[in-house]
């Protein structure tokens, strides 16, 4: 029979967002022992329990606002009164700790699976993040790695992928050339926001994308939301070299990101 640490392994190793519930502590009468465990998913309890009926159908709800991102926290404690805040009949108290896992992991988008593509590919496979590298060519995303971190999409129609892209993607085009990095610029400029968007290229290759953004008649400001060259100013033309750098940058804007909302959201940082 499988046990609680074998059903967390599993999902684990699936890399599936879950969140592990522990009762932790009781007092007085309670519908189960300290130490009770369930594994909670998006599609509910997957494994275990905390006692069942009312505190588990409470703890069920919170585990999954926790996977939805409606909670800063990736731990918390809560103690309830089962009688006031669960609306028992009994009089205990039960304290729970909720830990999540796989949530909100940081997504990255490579289009193009190239020589620097697979460069930078095979770096950020190996950084907390969920990769996936489009491409219309299958002999190219066969030369990446297998990792679970990394999903190979192979499309002749690389701008319909874009409304598919989760809104906190940060997008990296790195196509075969202008040609085809272009239209995928252009679509994403049009219908989508990410935060982070960059092109692999020159400074002449910047100005000839916004003068073709300027002639698609997208707004003045659509010139400026994107990077190009992207990547710090480090290192050589090595292909490896590359991917230091745009990997380098893609760390900086999500630490800066992360800093930004840490800050908006912290108890002095609200107007007075």
């Not at 499988?2 to 009762?23: H, I, K, R, S």
């Not at 039960?94 to 697979?118: D, P, T």
């Not at 993040?129 to 489009?134: E, L, N, S």
């Not at 319909?160 to 790195?174: E, G, N, Q, W, Y």
């Amino acid at each position: 029979m499988p046990t609680f640490f074998d059903a967390l392994n599993e999902l684990m190793a699936a890399e599936t967002p879950l969140v592990a519930v522990t009762v932790v502590d009781t007092m007085g009468s309670a519908p189960q022992d300290r130490g009770a465990k369930m594994i909670v998913t998006s599609e509910g309890l997957h494994f275990g329990t905390v006692g069942g009926g009312k505190v588990e159908t409470k703890a069920i709800a919170e585990a999954q606002a926790m996977l939805r991102g409606e909670m800063a926290e990736t731990t918390k404690f809560a103690q309830w009164s089962l009688n006031k805040d669960v609306g028992m009949t009994c009089g205990g108290i039960v304290k729970l700790f909720f830990e999540s896992h796989n949530v909100g992991r940081w997504k990255i988008v490579v289009f193009g699976a190239g020589h620097i593509a697979n460069a930078v590919v095979n770096l950020l496979i190996h950084l907390d993040c969920a990769v996936t590298c489009i491409d219309p060519r299958e002999e190219w995303l066969a030369k990446l790695p297998d990792s679970p971190k990394l999903t190979k999409v192979r499309t002749s129609d690389m701008p319909s992928i874009v409304k598919t892209l989760p809104d906190d993607a940060f997008v990296v085009l790195m196509t075969m050339g202008h040609t085809t990095d272009k239209p995928i610029l252009l679509e994403i400029l049009r219908t989508r926001t990410f935060p982070f968007l960059g092109v692999i290229g020159s400074d002449a290759k910047a100005n000839i994308l916004r003068r073709d953004i300027a002639e698609a008649g997208l707004p003045e400001d659509a010139k400026r939301a994107f990077y190009c060259p992207i990547g710090l100013s480090i290192g050589t033309n090595h292909p490896y070299e590359i991917a230091v750098s745009v990997a380098a940058q893609l760390i900086e804007v999500r630490d800066a990101r992360l800093a930004s909302r840490s800050v908006s959201t912290s108890p002095d940082s609200s107007p007075r």
